[in-house]
DNA sequence: ATGAAAGCGCTAACAC
DNA sequence: GTGTTAGCGCTTTCAT
């Protein structure tokens, strides 16, 4: 707008500047293996001076490259923002950026998925379990390539990368068997969600090999709020589970402290445990005993399936084993 | 790469499947008030057979705007989780995408910048009180326009968007001695932070004003561990100062838990204060006195000066108000 | 209201 | 090793 002679600098102007040609100053910048080192010097010199930055926007129109892959989570989940972050490093350390869709609501991501299609993404991340299956099917292409992440209802439409749900639900379950539960409750975040299908599932059918049922309480929503609210439900009934499996650590850290308001010790007179390995659940007021998701590793996976051209398009299906980390909310001393 | 027909319709496609010129199906997407409804409608039918979708890569190089901010941010905090978020769902309201750097530390930061650049961004926001000084001068250009988000540091050098720290620390101050605190310490997260300084000084100006003394501790970090460790230096000393006043919330829940696991009560031995009201401090298992940022103010007033032509460019500098939010973590019943 | 034509700033053959 | 040339897919005058 203000012609501030500074920010429109081009590959021309260098030129210019340096006395070559136009392609010379591009190859500096892309391809210097190419160019004389004199003449890349004088370039760069040239540039300096300019204070002249290549455009990634002309590039990647020609280039049919943006370097750019896109994400699309929900916007207030703790369990997603670690997942995004480990993305970021990872795209960083590759020179590669992440653009950023949120969202709100499932309607909101339709509108996300419209602007994902215009900005010619490298490749596109579908995160939240709670995405519908009309618009993985809408986004199933082969370029870019997409990736659904930790959303197992995407099996068989989509590349899927995911932690082993059902036998991490599995190996909770087993867990607080032999701490002695007898009888139990899995409360999961949203029922439509798949991965709290899988997870429940894995669970009663642990619970159920050892002869105990497994009712299932729907929280309502993924956050601490809801698992807190949920507590209370659990505590209306006569006489409470010996433990409560949260579906996600977010809910079962809300689980613990409504549990706990409600008089309730943790782990004395319920146990609890959770899911996804967030560090909350670490923290000392807590120490929840959960299913960790490898996180590095999922994303690297995902980050594979993206870029290596050898990774066949077709139904990939990475499923991750979890590590179960035992805390102190289901560590009691029985007699 | 292998010929998907679908992937790469342009508008001379559809221009020659609606019969019309490629500068009308243009403007269909970009201007349609410009064009005859009735022709709108064969181009759209058109587009939609071939699923033509606009390339924004393109539509960028032409019309110098990408939609796009950037935001530099440190990768593991919760209060910047919480601070994308927020700009992320204003932006996407906008038609707007964020692009994420995100940096583990500060020599990382380097990198972010330099590719900042090249995507020709609409904005972009500068977060991280550890940025250097070095790279906010460098970033010092309007255009694109840069902000600093809770920056004090750059202060006179970029546009500047803050929370009140001093003001807000003052406010904890005072409410801990209205508490009965007649020691106190407050452990910082960074010293070099500039929120961490301001904070300091607005908290021990305050304490000064009732002869309270208020030694600094560095934690070292920003996160949780380090307050929990932060802790033990502080039951280490003979003798314990009535209130902790930590520099940030995240750190603030460490040290409350460092504390409790050390053996002394929160808030019945010593108490505890916070600042940024994230959601983990409303936690009932922590309930932390805490200064809440306005977090969605401070985005609409950094997004505002990021796009609004009528904001001067010069040194604006935005400093809203927090607000106490005081939880258990100060209420002590005494004698 | 629509078409023709000229770029936006780069990359990538292709010449020399 | 370097220059020339032709686009990438749009937006935007300028004609008509």
Redesign the interface.
Same mark, same amino acid.
Do not use: C, K
């Given at each position: 707008?203000?012609g501030?002679p500074?920010?429109r600098v081009t590959s021309h102007d260098v030129a210019a500047e340096a006395g070559v040609s136009q392609a010379t100053v591009a190859r500096v910048f892309s391809s210097p293996e190419k160019v004389a080192l004199a003449t890349q010097e004088q370039v760069r010199e040239a540039a300096a001076r300019l204070g002249y930055?290549?455009?990634?926007?002309?590039?990647? *129109?020609k280039s049919q490259r943006?370097d750019?892959v896109g994400a699309v989570v929900p916007?207030?989940s703790e369990y997603w923002?670690n997942v995004?972050?480990a993305f970021?490093?990872r795209l960083?350390e590759q020179?590669k950026?992440? *653009?950023?869709?949120?969202?709100?609501d499932a309607d909101?991501v339709e509108?996300?998925l419209d602007?994902v299609?215009?900005?010619?993404l490298d490749g596109l991340v579908l995160a939240s379990s709670t995405i519908r299956l009309e618009h993985l099917v809408r986004m199933q292409?082969?370029?870019p390539r997409v990736v659904a992440f930790n959303q197992p209802a995407a099996s068989g439409l989509l590349p899927l990368v995911t932690v082993d749900n059902e036998a991490g639900a599995r190996d909770l379950a087993e867990h607080i068997v032999a701490r002695g539960a007898r009888t139990a409750a899995f409360v999961g975040t949203v029922a439509t969600a798949s991965t709290d299908q899988i997870r429940y599932r894995g669970a009663a059918a642990a619970l159920a090999d050892h002869q105990i049922a497994c009712p299932y309480l729907e929280a309502g929503a993924f956050n601490?709020d809801a698992g807190?609210k949920a507590a209370a439900r659990i505590l209306d009934g006569d006489g409470h589970p010996d433990a409560v499996m949260g579906g996600s650590d977010e809910l079962a850290?809300?689980l613990?402290?409504?549990l706990?308001?409600g008089g309730l010790d943790v782990p004395g007179d319920v146990l609890v445990t959770g899911f996804d390995g967030l560090?909350?659940a670490s923290?000392?007021?807590?120490d929840l005993t959960t299913l960790v998701q490898p996180i590095e590793v999922l994303v690297d996976e995902t980050l594979a399936i993206l870029f290596d051209?050898a990774a066949a398009v077709a139904n990939i299906e990475r499923i991750v084993p979890g590590t179960l980390r035992e805390g102190k909310t289901t560590r009691r001393d029985r007699g």
């Open positions: 707008m203000d501030q500074a920010a930055v290549p455009n990634a926007i002309a590039r990647s *129109l943006t750019v916007a207030r923002q995004l972050t970021s490093r960083a020179g950026q992440l *653009l950023l869709f949120s969202f709100v909101h509108s996300a602007s299609e215009q900005y010619r292409r082969p370029n601490y807190y850290l809300g613990i402290d409504g706990r308001t560090p909350q923290w000392a007021g807590y051209s």
